[in-house]
């Protein structure tokens, strides 16, 4: 069964750029679209972008402009490139496979989590 792992995370000043990974460990996403959600204390997780096999994107309102989501199917990785991080950003990411087709963030329709990366953003 794959196991989805990040990587990249850990302690910024605000304005700084940080990049996380997620990678299909004993399997690979096959055609299935890639998110990548986010959950800080006493908040619920919320998406922050997806991506499908194709590559097309979808993004937050909070995170347009200032993230990038990209993914390479022969490596079996999505990454997120963060830039122009705010304190609000800090949190726990996870990356998540979905359950079907389509770029939705909405937590109920992606299975196989990480385990996540601890995002932390300073002022």
């Known amino acids: 069964q794959v196991q989805l792992v990040e990587s990249g995370g850990g302690l910024v000043q605000a304005g700084e750029s940080l990049t996380l990974s997620c990678v299909a460990s004993?399997?690979?996403?096959?055609?299935?679209?890639v998110g990548w959600f986010r959950q800080s204390p006493g908040k619920e997780r919320e998406g922050v972008a997806a991506v499908n096999y194709n590559g097309a994107m979808n993004y937050a309102d909070s995170v347009k402009g200032r993230f990038l989501i990209s993914r390479d199917n022969s490596k079996n990785t999505v990454s997120l490139q963060m830039n122009g991080l705010k304190p609000e950003d800090t949190a726990i990411y996870y990356c998540?496979?979905?359950?079907?087709?389509?770029?939705?963030?909405?937590?109920?329709?992606?299975?196989?989590w990480g385990q996540g990366t601890q995002v932390t953003v300073s002022s």
């Open positions: 998540a496979r979905r359950s079907f087709y389509g770029l939705g963030l909405r937590v109920d329709e992606y299975d196989d």
């Open positions: 004993g399997g690979t996403f096959n055609w299935r679209p």
